[in-house]
Nanobody, 126 residues
Framework: QVQLVESGGGLVQAGGSLRLSCAPS????????MAWFRQAPGKGRQFIAG????????RYSDSAKGRFIISRDNSKNIVYLQMDSLNPEDTAVYYC???????????????????WGQGTQVTVSL
């Protein structure tokens, strides 16, 4: 089973930035529609941002709009999440997820994503 591997999490002060990366554990696995979710302590996993196969369609949660940017480099088979103006409410484990096949819609529902990473912790301090 292919897994996704996230990196780039860590501890940052409020107002700071982080860039998360996501790549497949098997290099030959082509990333299709991708998304980032996050799960804060005691809360459910929530959609943050998604991107389609060619990178031309993106979708964001209200909390991410204007602060986060999702992008992808298909030549490297990597998806990124640039996070700016971070605040303590952004503290969570961040997961990347992939839909099963090409040309699917960028959806926000957890159930529509087949492949997941183990998550990377993002902690924002005051």
């Amino acid at each position: 089973q292919v897994q996704l591997v996230e990196s780039g999490g860590g501890l940052v002060q409020a107002g700071g930035s982080l860039r998360l990366s996501c790549a497949p554990s098997v290099h030959t696995f082509v990333l299709n529609v991708m998304a980032w979710f996050r799960q804060a302590p005691g809360k459910g996993r929530q959609f943050i941002a998604g991107i389609n196969d060619n990178g031309k369609i993106t979708r964001y949660s209200d909390s991410a709009k204007g602060r986060f940017i999702i992008s992808r480099d298909n030549s490297k088979n990597i998806v990124y999440l640039q996070m700016d103006s971070l605040n303590p409410e952004d503290t969570a484990v961040y997961y990347c997820a992939a839909r099963r096949a090409r040309f699917y819609d960028v959806t926000t529902s957890i159930d529509t994503y087949t492949y997941w990473g183990q998550g990377t912790q993002v902690t924002v301090s005051l």
